[in-house]
């Protein structure tokens, strides 16, 4: 019902930043919850970032300070600018959308395809 395309991702070194985006095809994208997940080799997918139809946000203590998560409803569109990036970001970066009635998340999330996010010298 709902696809997720995301971009942005790419070499950068230590200290650097990047912007990831993610598009969401359909009409319900101003009632979905919209989260940044990544995955790095070796180890189990984790949530970094969350923001919620209304535009409240939450991070991982790992990326607070550093990472921004934002959303365009406009355009179906929801952000990760990553500031400040480490060796230990390096990851394959997902989005997630969650339908949301009455503030609560129902349903099962929607994934994109990823995008990689590699820090290094």
């Known amino acids: 019902q709902v696809q997720l395309v995301e971009s942005g991702g790419g070499l950068v070194q230590p200290g650097g930043s990047l912007r990831l985006s993610c598009v969401a095809s359909g009409s319900i994208f101003s009632i979905l919850a919209m989260d940044w997940y990544r995955q790095a080799l070796g180890k189990q997918r984790e949530l970094v970032a969350t923001i919620t139809s209304g535009g409240s946000t939450n991070y991982a203590d790992s990326v607070k300070g550093r990472f921004t998560i934002s959303r365009d409803n406009a355009k179906n569109t929801v952000h990760l600018q990553m500031n400040s990036l480490k060796p230990e970001d390096t990851a394959v970066y997902y989005c997630?959308?969650?339908?949301?009635?009455?503030?609560?998340?129902?349903?099962?999330?929607?994934w994109g395809q990823g995008t990689q996010v590699t820090v290094s010298s």
């Open positions: 997630n959308a969650m339908k949301e009635l009455s503030g609560i998340r129902v349903g099962a999330g929607y």
